[in-house]
C-alpha cells in the first residue's frame, strides 16, 4: 500500500513521474540511531557549536545527509565530527 500526501494536481508533476513518488517520502530516508545515556536535551544540545564534539550525533546527521542528497552544497559539507 502507498500513501502519497499530494493534494494539488502541480504535485503529481513535481514529484513525478509516478516511479519517482517514493524517493518524495520522508519516511523511506528514516534510520534509527540508538544512543545509550542520551536524552532529547543531549542530542539538540550535541548540535550546537559548545557541544558538537562530544557526541557523534553531529557526524551521524551529516554521514546520512552525504549519503541521501544529491546536491552538491551538502556534499561539500566535511565530516570532520566523528
Known amino acids: 500500500m502507498t500513501f502519497y500526501t499530494f493534494t494539488k494536481p502541480y504535485q503529481l508533476v513535481v514529484f513525478g513521474p509516478e516511479q519517482k513518488y517514493a524517493a518524495s517520502q ?6 534509527v540511531h540508538i544512543y545509550d545515556d542520551i536524552d532529547h536535551y543531549s542530542i539538540l544540545s ?11 550525533i553531529l557526524g551521524d546527521i551529516i554521514s546520512f545527509l552525504h549519503q541521501h542528497s544529491h546536491s552538491p552544497m551538502v556534499k561539500n559539507i566535511k565530516n570532520d565530527f566523528k
Request: charged residues 20%.
Open 46 to 56: 550535541a548540535l550546537s557549536i559548545s557541544y558538537q564534539d562530544k557526541q557523534a
Open 26 to 31: 520522508p519516511v523511506n530516508f528514516v534510520e
